[in-house]
């Protein structure tokens, strides 16, 4: 294998690539996580050395020790951002220093070490300049980078590990929800929880999303797509819906106004959910950060002072919530269909990921 050498990161490409043909036919219908491009970024860490080189190399599974400390006691966090196609030709990415300062606050939740900004944004790019025929042209397709960190010190001692190793990889992203971008049905959970004061519940740790699936389980026997968290104290305000963040839209006065849920510390701080509440200014709607409670969700859709819901995050964009169910009754939103709020936002936001209009924020990182 060749090897070339950028900053923090040693390329060392496949010898032998998969064939334009193969590769068509797997990026022809990828939906979300289940198809990956050639190549990953490893970058080990140890107490003694600290971060050592990375290194980029064809894309295959990991050796761990049954000892591995994440195996035992969770140390795993992760991240999620995207590389999009411009018309130029090239690829640029959807503001991947917010999502490194992320990944460093999820760390250091988590007892872990924090990995240098730069090492997290040129391993990005150095995998997608090598993987660019990976990256989808279609509006609303990308490559989904998948950062994430986990403990391999092999001791059974409850510590945190003195080893780590950083991984990178892609995937190219069709749509997150199997059914494409139509709204979809959420169940209310009042039997769980995803997270409690002091603890994790604004760190993107594996843990947090373990959790969930029981819940999540539970929405798709009462025939939902997603469920939607209250808050762990009171049971009743609102706080995400599945792994992503809410919205609602209000008429106030014949305005327009997005809400969505304060950030208390349990909540994902997404990046999606920031862009979104800059945006909202920019097309004219108002924009709130509160709580809101499921009696006063439900009272303002009767009394028509809300007219749209929708959840947002890296995977899935925006998504419209079209009807919502809990063990008190279900009731609709916006007639089941997708509300021009919502319609409006992820058309900005698309077109300012796919350069179609400008990006007057400093959002897209130019790749290649």
């Known amino acids: 294998m060749a090897l070339s050498v950028l900053s923090h990161i040693d390329v060392r490409p496949a010898e032998h690539r998969v064939s334009e043909v193969e590769r068509k036919a797997r990026m022809a219908n990828p939906g979300f996580g289940k198809v990956f491009s050639e190549h990953m970024v490893t970058v080990r860490y140890s107490e003694e050395s600290g971060w050592e080189r990375g290194l980029l190399q064809p894309y295959g599974p990991l050796m761990l020790d049954p000892a591995s400390s994440v195996l035992h006691y969770g140390q795993a966090i992760f991240e999620g951002f995207k590389a999009y196609s411009q018309p130029d030709g090239g690829v640029k990415t959807f503001r991947p220093l917010a999502n490194a300062q992320r990944f460093n606050h999820s760390a250091e939740r988590l007892a872990m070490p924090q990995l240098p900004e730069e090492i997290f944004v040129e391993a990005a790019d150095a995998l997608i300049r090598e993987d660019k025929t990976w990256v989808p042209t279609a509006i609303g397709e990308s490559l989904y980078l998948r ?9 059974l001692g409850v510590r945190p590990s003195r080893e780590y190793l950083f991984v990178l990889f892609a995937s190219p992203a ?9 709204p979809v049905t959420v169940w209310i959970s009042e039997d769980y929880v995803r997270a409690a004061p002091g ?19 539970q929405a798709k026997s009462e025939g939902c797509d997603q469920v939607v ?7 009743t305000n609102i706080e995400e819906m ?6 609602f839209v209000y008429n106030e006065g014949g305005r327009s106004v997005v809400v969505t849920p304060e950030l208390t510390g349990t909540l994902l701080p997404g990046i999606t959910r920031r862009s979104i509440l800059e945006l909202a200014s920019e097309l004219g709607f108002g924009a709130e950060e509160r709580k ?5 969700w439900d009272a303002a859709l009767k009394e028509g002072r809300m007219t749209e819901a929708f959840a947002c995050g890296t995977a899935a964009v925006i998504t419209p919530i079209g009807r919502v169910k809990s063990k008190q009754g279900d009731w609709i ?3 089941g269909g997708t509300g021009p709020v919502a319609a409006k936002l992820r058309e900005t936001l698309l077109a300012i990921q796919h350069g179609l ?3 007057t924020h400093g959002w897209m990182h130019e790749v290649c």
């Not at 960190?149 to 092999?154: E, S």
């Not at 603890?199 to 999303?209: L, R, V």
């Not at 968290?229 to 049971?235: G, I, K, P, Q």
């Not at 599945?242 to 919205?247: A, D, E, R, S, V």
Request: charged content about 15%.
């Open 199 to 217: 603890g994790t519940g604004f760190a993107k740790c594996a843990g947090n999303y373990a959790a969930s699936l029981v819940a999540q389980k």
């Open 333 to 335: 939103v916006n007639g």
């Open 147 to 155: 950062p994430l960190m986990i403990a391999t010190d092999a001791a």
């Open 292 to 296: 809101i409670t499921v009696n006063e």
């Open 242 to 247: 599945g792994g992503m963040n809410i919205f």
């Open 357 to 359: 209009m400008p990006d």
């Open 174 to 182: 069709g749509a997150y929800f199997s059914g494409g971008v139509k």
């Open 229 to 235: 968290w209250l808050d762990a104290v009171h049971r």
